[in-house]
């Protein structure tokens, strides 16, 4: 089965600092979703890459799939407190279905 | 729209008792699954539903029901609680089906504790 490793587990990171978090997985990635989750409350869509080599942005997030659909990266820019939660990359599993796999997430903290 | 809507946000169980996790969705969402999020492990598929009438398991569907009468509504059921089952429980949904549509709406989540 598909597995999805993301690294750092955890990060802190002084406001306005730039950070990346990658997203790796097992095999060729269909469909690669980032989610923000705050602290006791439910996953928020950021983005969708399907395609070897796409890359999105929103605000001051970019997310880039590489060209071998195994990798994902998220970036933020100039880091803010409201940029911190967890972050979580999902994969799907592909078929009819709407079956998504997700990583372990990473915890941003932002240091104002 | 109230989007996806979880009920109860907390509850405390004692080994043994049974009981139901609520979801209801009034998107007219076809796809509507149900995971547990545990310290270090992510999300984890439970079991899933493409359209009323029809459900399957995910990757830890073991000690867990579900059922799909209606399009709105995906009520997980634990019928004889454990503490392995103490999590954070997520119930979402997506409007379509297939790779690259897994645009899925959260609920806000229900926190469940086994004693």
């Known amino acids: 089965s598909q597995e999805l490793e993301q690294s750092p587990q955890s990060l802190i990171v002084q406001e306005g600092k730039n950070l990346t978090i990658n997203c790796t997985s097992s095999?060729?990635?269909?469909?690669l979703y980032w989610y923000k989750q705050k602290y006791g409350e439910g996953l928020i869509f950021l983005m969708m890459?399907?395609?070897?080599?796409e890359e999105k942005s929103h605000e001051k997030i970019t997310a880039k799939l590489d060209e071998k659909k195994q990798q994902s990266s998220l970036h933020i820019t100039a880091s803010q407190p409201s940029h911190a939660g967890i972050y979580l990359c999902?994969?799907?599993?592909?078929?009819?279905?709407?079956?998504?796999?997700f990583g372990t997430g990473t915890l941003l903290a932002v240091q104002p | 729209n109230a989007g996806v809507t979880q009920t109860p946000k907390f509850q405390v169980l004692k080994t043994g008792q049974s009981m139901t996790l609520q979801c209801a969705q009034d998107?007219?969402?076809?796809?509507m699954s149900w995971y547990r999020q545990d310290p270090g492990m992510g999300l984890r598929l439970i079991h899933y539903?493409?359209?009323?009438?029809?459900?399957d398991q995910g990757e830890v569907p073991n000690g867990y029901n579900v059922s799909r009468s209606t399009t709105e509504d995906f009520p997980l059921r634990l019928l004889s609680a454990a503490p392995s089952q103490t999590s954070v429980y997520f119930c979402?949904?997506?409007?379509?089906?297939?790779?690259?549509?897994?645009?899925?709406?959260f609920g806000a989540g229900s926190r469940l504790t086994v004693l």
């Open positions: 979402a949904s997506s409007y379509s089906l297939g790779a690259g549509a897994n645009v899925l709406t």
């Open positions: 095999k060729t990635l269909y469909g």
């Open positions: 890459l399907q395609k070897g080599g």
């Open positions: 999902g994969a799907d599993e592909g078929g009819a279905t709407n079956k998504l796999i």
């Open positions: 998107m007219n969402h076809e796809y």
């Open positions: 539903s493409v359209g009323a009438g029809i459900t």
